[in-house]
């Protein structure tokens, strides 16, 4: 009897040391790929894991035994999940609604997933009369972390005399229903108003100061032209965004003039806090704005994509794609990927997003770097070649792997 007693505890120590020893403590774990990471300042190979929907550790030579999943990252960059901040994903079925509640928008998981994207903000689909159906709709719906823009109009963005209806931008309404979703609403948004009239501009403005929330502006399109200096110097507010910054439309000034030149006042607003974002979208982005603004130092802060169905086909195609440009156009890695993490998790005030910090959500891009011979499209259909281009590899959203392009974190088929 002792002997059978003294076996049984001998045993269940052996079976507790091992468990113990062996004990998997990661669900993934993320070897040898090259972090870069801007708000923890890293940049180089290290190994990351992921327990629990959050960033567990980082740091060199993580042993393989502690995970799950272990994924090969070698050769690849790995940065935090990319957030676009123009996006049009209030996608539905409503007729001549453009892009509020209708066909032009696109379901964000279909588009955002394989990209890298693991956060998008709609940029004004919807206003404060709509963004109910909008959170149920899309928001409530997808694997992706969706934000908002809210539209000062309240009826959104409908396209049309409806954008253009004065007596529908109210500025405590916007303000009130953003209150209601701190952290879902993360902006208000004027788009396409052509009135020779800043009264739309002030409404937004006021919205973003009733609720403490920054105002993107899609600007241009009156006649006679409205100041392009006073909307960036007197007023938006430092924080407030600039959407399209490198596009060349009717009745809007473009940021670099006839001779090639960056103006000055754009140079001096981006220094006083206004956010330049790309918003590259289907007509808004020319190589003959971008290139030179990037050879006199006019970078963008923020990257971003205006998706939708009038963008994803053309020269726009995914925020990778447009990555790729300001890479071949000699912007560095670890500013471009400032601009589509952190920079613009700065610009929407979500700043638990866009870093690998321990204990933050485990949204994670894992981006390949592609050496060739390329071409690049702009908006007017002028093609810029390159040597460069990124591809997305693996996304994973909330401590899940989302998107695997190879496989890189399955096992093999004929493995047990």
Same mark, same amino acid.
């Given at each position: 009897m002792k002997k059978t007693v003294c076996f049984n505890f001998l045993f269940a120590a052996f079976y507790l040391f091992t468990t113990v020893a062996f004990a998997q403590d990661y669900d993934i774990l993320i070897k040898k790929g090259h972090l870069i990471d801007v708000k923890n300042g890293l940049d180089k190979v290290m190994d990351m894991a992921i327990k629990d929907g959050k960033i567990a550790a980082?740091?060199? +030579?993580? &042993?393989?035994? *502690?995970?799950?999943?272990?994924?090969?990252?070698?050769?690849?960059?790995?940065?935090?999940?990319?957030?676009?901040?123009?996006?049009?994903?209030?996608?539905?079925?409503? !007729? +001549?609604? %453009?892009? &509020?509640? $209708?066909?032009?928008?696109? !379901?964000?998981?279909?588009f955002t997933l394989r990209s890298g994207v693991t956060t998008v903000v709609d940029a004004g689909g919807s206003g404060w009369r709509n963004f109910q159906t909008f959170k149920e709709q899309t928001i409530e719906r997808s694997k992706t972390r969706v934000l908002c823009f809210l539209?000062?109009? /309240?009826? /959104?963005? *409908?396209?049309?005399?409806?954008?253009? +209806?004065?007596?529908?931008m109210n500025a405590k309404l916007t303000a009130m229903v953003a209150r209601q979703h701190p952290g879902i609403i993360?902006?208000?948004k004027l788009a396409h108003y052509s009135g020779f009239d800043w009264t739309p501009t002030e409404r937004a403005v006021e919205a973003g100061n009733l609720a403490d929330i920054p105002v993107m502006i899609d600007f241009g399109g009156s006649e006679p032209e409205l100041s392009l200096e006073t909307l960036f110097m007197e007023k938006l507010r430092p924080g407030d965004i600039f959407t399209h910054a490198y596009a060349h439309v009717q009745r809007r000034t473009p940021v670099v003039n006839a001779n090639g030149k960056v103006e000055e006042?754009?140079?001096?607003?981006? #220094?006083?806090?206004?956010?330049?974002?790309?918003?590259?979208?289907?007509? $808004?982005?020319?190589?003959?704005?971008?290139?030179? $603004?990037?050879?006199?130092?006019? *970078? !963008?802060?923020?990257?971003?994509?205006?998706l939708h169905t009038g963008s994803m086909n053309g020269g726009m195609k995914d925020i990778v794609n447009v990555m790729s440009k300001f890479l071949n156009m000699e912007m560095p890695m670890n500013e471009l990927i400032a601009t589509v993490t952190l920079n613009a998790?700065?610009?929407? #005030?979500?700043?638990?997003?866009?870093?690998? $910090?321990?204990?933050?959500?485990?949204?994670?891009?894992?981006?390949?770097? #592609?050496e060739g011979d390329f071409g690049f499209?702009?908006?007017?259909?002028?093609?810029? #070649?390159?040597?460069?281009?990124?591809?997305?590899?693996?996304?994973?959203?909330?401590? *899940?792997?989302? %998107?695997?392009?190879?496989g890189i974190s399955k096992s093999e088929w004929n493995e047990n």
């Open positions: 980082v740091g060199d +030579n993580i &042993s393989a035994r *502690k995970s799950k999943t272990v994924i090969n990252a070698e050769g690849l960059f790995v940065s935090p999940g990319l957030i676009d901040i123009h996006g049009h994903h209030f996608f539905g079925t409503e !007729p +001549n609604a %453009y892009l &509020s509640n $209708s066909f032009t928008a696109l !379901p964000p998981d279909g539209n000062i109009v /309240g009826s /959104g963005m *409908k396209g049309g005399a409806t954008e253009q +209806n004065l007596g529908d993360v902006g208000v006042f754009a140079l001096a607003a981006q #220094k006083r806090g206004i956010v330049f974002d790309v918003g590259h979208g289907g007509g $808004s982005f020319l190589f003959e704005q971008a290139i030179p $603004s990037m050879q006199q130092g006019f *970078k !963008p802060n923020t990257i971003s994509t205006d998790a700065q610009a929407i #005030k979500r700043t638990d997003l866009g870093h690998l $910090s321990e204990g933050a959500v485990a949204d994670v891009t894992l981006l390949n770097l #592609k499209i702009d908006t007017r259909g002028k093609r810029m #070649k390159g040597t460069k281009k990124l591809e997305c590899e693996l996304t994973i959203r909330d401590g *899940k792997v989302v %998107y695997d392009l190879n």
